[in-house]
Structures are given as structure tokens and as C-alpha cells.
């Protein structure tokens, strides 16, 4: 895959993380989003096993790019 942004060849890989939400705010206390929030991204963990989503790098602006298309959100 090239990166939109510089036109080089990106990495493949995973992020590898736990419970993550993608927001337009920053939550202090709790990951889990609310009834408040227009745009969210709740990319949560399984309960006994590590979380991977893949994702491509770029080694050169070093931007990282998920396709979160199959979690829940309320992006519509």
C-alpha cells in the first residue's frame, strides 16, 4: 500500500493494543464511549486474548493507517 500523504511504500503490521476508543475529545477517566459523543470508534479487546487490528506504517512520515470498517461506531 502507498501512503496518501507521502506516496511511499508502507509497512504492513498490527497494532497491537487493549481497549482504544477513537474520539473528538480525550476521555480522563474512562475509555468506553457515551450517548454524548457524535463520533466514535470503539475498538475493544477480547476478553482473554490480546487485541491486533492490522494496519499499515509509513517509515517515512510515519503515519499509521487502520481500516476499522467491522467495529462498532456511530460514525453514520
Not at 500523504?5 to 498490527?14: A, L, N, S
Request: charge should be negative; hydrophobic fraction near 30%; proline fraction near 7%.
Amino acid at each position: 500500500m502507498k501512503c496518501p500523504f507521502c506516496d511511499t511504500e508502507m509497512i504492513h503490521g498490527y497494532l497491537n493494543c487493549g481497549n482504544a476508543i477513537w474520539s473528538e475529545r480525550k476521555h480522563k477517566i474512562s475509555t468506553l464511549p457515551d450517548s454524548v459523543e457524535k463520533y466514535a470508534l470503539h475498538l475493544e479487546t477480547p476478553l482473554l486474548s490480546p487485541h491486533h487490528i492490522e494496519s499499515f506504517c509509513c517509515p517515512k512520515c510515519q503515519k499509521i493507517i487502520l481500516d476499522v470498517s467491522e467495529y462498532d461506531h456511530n460514525l453514520d
